[in-house]
């Protein structure tokens, strides 16, 4: 089955300086990579997402990577603000209805101001 | 638009015990997941239902189970609960059909067993 390593399990940045978070998984038929932030006592909430079929996406300040063949995507925040400060997860899964997704370890990230 | 809805927020229960938990996914949505969210992991696969059928089954025991109603919503019940069931089980729906597997999380029930 599917396996998702993430790395680092914690970030500390000064606010407008730049994220990343990387991940790894195993399954090769894998082709949908969520990303998660969920902060204290609250609900994971999708931020931005990736197919296979595309190599880069951006929304404002976030952006994911994915590379296909070293099975690796990473997640990157510009211009970071105290308010980015939470757990970030990423997940894999198959792009189709009825698929579980498996999620990372989470990465804590600390704003600091 | 109202969101996944999860009730109860809040449970206590002892050891050996049983538990249902209940999820109301967004308007629209068919499929259904469950995971289990312990403190300091990331959210683990416990099930997931598409059309009222179960389509996938994470590593967990056959003291869990669940079952998704006609209106789409869904039960996971957990019998003879045991000191490491204590987590914040999560529901997630996600659409039907078309090549899109977004899932949208619920606030969860954190479940405390004593």
């Known amino acids: 089955g599917e396996n998702v390593e993430q790395h680092p399990s914690t970030l500390s940045v000064q606010e407008g300086d730049s994220a990343v978070i990387k991940c790894t998984y195993s399954?090769?038929?894998?082709?949908?990579f969520p990303w998660y932030k969920q902060e204290l006592g609250k609900r994971p909430q999708l931020i931005i997402d990736?197919?296979?079929?595309?190599g880069e996406k951006k929304d404002q300040r976030i952006a994911v990577t994915l590379n296909k063949t070293a099975k690796h995507f990473s997640l990157h925040i510009t211009e970071t603000q105290p308010e980015d400060s939470a757990v970030y997860f990423c997940?894999?899964?198959?792009?189709?209805?009825?698929?579980?997704?498996?999620f990372g370890k989470g990465t804590t990230l600390s704003v600091s101001s | 638009d109202a969101g996944v809805t999860q009730s109860p927020t809040h449970l206590i229960k002892t050891r050996g015990q049983q538990v249902t938990l209940r999820c109301s996914p967004i308007?629209?949505?068919?499929?259904v997941s469950w995971y289990q969210q312990v403190l300091g992991q990331g959210p683990q696969f416990i099930f997931q239902?598409?059309?009222?059928?179960?389509?996938g089954r994470g590593n967990f025991p056959d003291r869990f189970s669940a079952r998704q109603f006609p209106n789409y919503s869904s039960e996971l019940n957990v019998n003879a609960l045991l000191l490491g069931d204590s987590a914040l089980y999560l529901c997630?729906?996600?659409?039907?059909?078309?090549?899109?597997?977004?899932?949208?999380f619920g606030p969860g029930t954190r479940l405390t067993v004593l």
């Open positions: 997630a729906s996600s659409f039907s059909g078309s090549l899109l597997n977004e899932q949208f």
């Open positions: 399954d090769s038929a894998s082709n949908y």
């Open positions: 990736i197919r296979s079929n595309v």
């Open positions: 997940a894999a899964s198959k792009d189709q209805a009825g698929t579980a997704l498996i």
């Open positions: 308007s629209g949505h068919k499929s």
């Open positions: 239902y598409y059309e009222k059928e179960e389509r």
